[in-house]
């Protein structure tokens, strides 16, 4: 189960109030880095090295690359376990996952919408109340 991305949807919502189509392209590099490394976890990455030397590039200040170097720093330092999860995971690829759940190529299965959660929960009812129907045969 997925937990997180707080952080990182701030760091969005500010790159994107800075500058809308610096935000955009900050999205479409990073998105177009993670098709080819082939791993989502190198996301937050791309995002917080383009952010800090895009915007260094427009303001040409020292101050806001030290601020923006900041930001990225932490970026970075958060998600510096995100790489040893990476090579102990047997988590899906990217092009794989957007082949099965979204492109729907290969063999024909329906992409899972039932959370492990819900499924757990629906199987141990099921389980009870074939219990419940077990006793009132008897």
Not at 46 to 63: G, I, Y
Not at 104 to 117: D, L, M, R
Not at 126 to 134: C, F, H, I, K, P
Request: proline content about 2%; hydrophobic content about 50%.
């Amino acid at each position: 189960h997925f937990r997180g991305g707080e952080g990182l949807a701030a760091f969005c919502g500010v790159a994107f109030a800075y500058n809308p189509l610096m935000f955009l392209f900050l999205v479409l590099a990073s998105a177009a880095v993670m098709f080819i490394v082939n791993y989502s976890f190198v996301v937050p990455y791309s995002l917080a090295v383009l952010f800090c030397a895009v915007v260094t590039m427009l303001e040409r200040n020292l101050w806001v690359f030290l601020i923006t170097l900041l930001i990225s720093t932490l970026i970075l330092w958060k998600h510096a376990d995100n790489v040893k999860k990476a090579k102990k995971a047997t988590d899906i690829k990217v092009r794989d996952y957007v082949r099965k759940y979204i492109l729907h190529s290969g063999a024909k299965e329906e992409p899972q919408t039932v959370s492990a959660e819900l499924a757990c929960t629906l199987e141990e009812n099921a389980d009870g109340a074939d219990r419940d129907n077990q006793t009132n045969d008897k």
